[in-house]
């Protein structure tokens, strides 16, 4: 992460005694933010990993259901945004605005494509009836064991990633904001780019993991 104690354009807010704190603490601030949504992460990837023991006849079926073509086009999606997103730093880094906004405006859109796959996916799944619990009501899959399971797992876990990659196109939002209406950030004080720009790279990262397991059984 930057600091801004040399930055003229930016002034620490007031609560702190020095740019440097003002820094730390944002530092800190979004690295245990980052630990809290990888322990919330982990503990559905831990649950997926024993029901994948339990019950492996049900991924591969479910598997079957999604279309790994949409997966790999979301996947090849989300990596070149995170290529964007480090654009979008490294230009406001050198000073770079236009560059550092065009880079950070084809990061959204990147996240606004992913969604609109996702939506087809799932609109696709509801229409042959393949919700999660009670919604189920697929009769190809009916007398399947435990399949419901797949599908809880399979809802839950990109759902609550969409909802992520949701919130990270706001935050970039945000940033674009302040960058051109309010003209901020630049070589000498980019701390909450930066700080944006690793929340992305942890939804990059766990789609990466999530792709795979679902979509490759």
Known sequence: MSIAKTASEHHHAHHFESPEKEFIASKEGVWLFLATEILMFGGLFVALTIFRGLYPEIFVKGATT??????????????????????????????????????????????????????????????????????????EMANIEHIKIYFGLYYTMTGLHGAHVLIGMGLISWILYRAIAKGEFGPKYFTPVEGVGLFWHIIDLIWIFLFPLFYLT
């Open 66 to 139: 999604v279309d790994w073509r949409m997966g790999a086009l979301n996947t090849v999606v989300l990596i070149f945004s995170s290529l964007t997103m480090a654009l979008g730093i490294h230009y406001f880094q050198k000073g770079d605005r236009q560059k550092a906004i065009i880079s950070l405006v084809v990061t959204v859109l990147c996240g606004a494509v992913f969604m609109v796959v996702k939506y087809f996916e799932y609109s696709h799944k509801l229409h042959l009836g393949l919700a999660p619990a009670k919604f189920f009501t697929n009769p």
